[in-house]
């Protein structure tokens, strides 16, 4: 995995500091070129893996990206999903054969929805969860994306409720159908590092909120530690900065100290922010990150 993923928060109005902050970049990132301008940026600083949400708006990017092979060769997707609210829309709209049916990806069209309703009909949950995997990977057709993660709404509720099975089926037809890695978002990775070992799936991909303050680390921050320190996993690291509670230099460098950690997840509605983060990851985490194109800083 690259050191640096570039999030999508600030595109769809998430910021967990400031409503206000939220509306406005909303606003600012309603149209798609607002979005590219800022992805480019991105791009062009060395920073090429989008960790995004299966959000209808990443359509547009995907087709944007597919109309200029040659520009985003190098461009990496981390698709995040199922999006929920997408799907309680639809449900609304369509009911839940018709929502399926609605995002079927064309070229198994038949072979998909006769297995959805099967699994409709018999409640199986595993069957359902590769159902949804093959609906949001439609968008993604022909473009890299080398590592797929279930939602951290839909990890903790499974997690929650004891199905880790789900993990498993997921796992497996990432890797058959997409030749991809599984990962799993999460609001506590100690409880979910014990289900996965329980399910046989090692050293996973696991990416939570890891900072020095323990905000939003669900488990506590010591538990974490102890996880990080002493059990195999690949993680990555987002809310480094707790919601803006933290100095950036100061949550980087703390995070370079900790082990275990494999790149850093962030948002930034500017290039100046991405530049910062970018040197920062570089001085303290040796993530060697470096502009691709002239006229990048």
Known sequence: MDPLLFGDNQFFGINHMSEEKAR?????????????????????????????????????????MRANPERYKDFIFYPCMPYAHKYANAVTDHGMVGALTHFMPEGGFMSTIMKSG???????????????????????????????????????????????????????????????????IT????????????EGIMNPIICSNINKIGFRMSGGLDAYLHT???????????????SGAIPPEEAISWL???????????????????????????KYMNANVQPRMEGAS
Do not use: W
Not at 230 to 240: C, D, E, F, G, L
């Open 24 to 64: 406005n970049q909303a606003m600012r990132f309603q149209d798609v070129s607002a979005i590219m301008e800022l992805l480019d940026a991105a791009y062009d600083e060395g920073v090429r893996t989008f960790m995004c949400t299966t959000h209808d708006r990443v359509v547009e990017i995907c087709d944007v």
């Open 118 to 184: 099967k699994v409709l009909a018999s409640k199986d949950v595993e069957g359902i969860a590769e159902v949804l995997i093959d609906v949001e990977m439609k968008m993604f057709k022909g473009l890299n994306t080398p590592v797929i993660f279930m939602q951290n709404v839909f990890v903790d509720l499974l997690l929650g409720l004891g199905f880790t099975k789900v993990f498993r089926t997921f796992h497996d037809h990432v890797i058959k159908t997409y030749n991809a890695e599984p990962g799993f």
């Open 187 to 198: 609001m506590n990775t100690p409880m979910l590092h014990a289900a996965l070992e329980e």
């Open 228 to 242: 990080l320190k002493t059990k195999q996993i690949r993680a990555i690291a987002m809310s480094v900065l707790a």
């Open 256 to 282: 370079s100290e900790q082990p275990n950690i494999q790149s850093l997840l962030f948002g930034a509605s500017s290039r100046r922010n991405i530049i910062s983060t970018r040197n920062l990851a570089n």
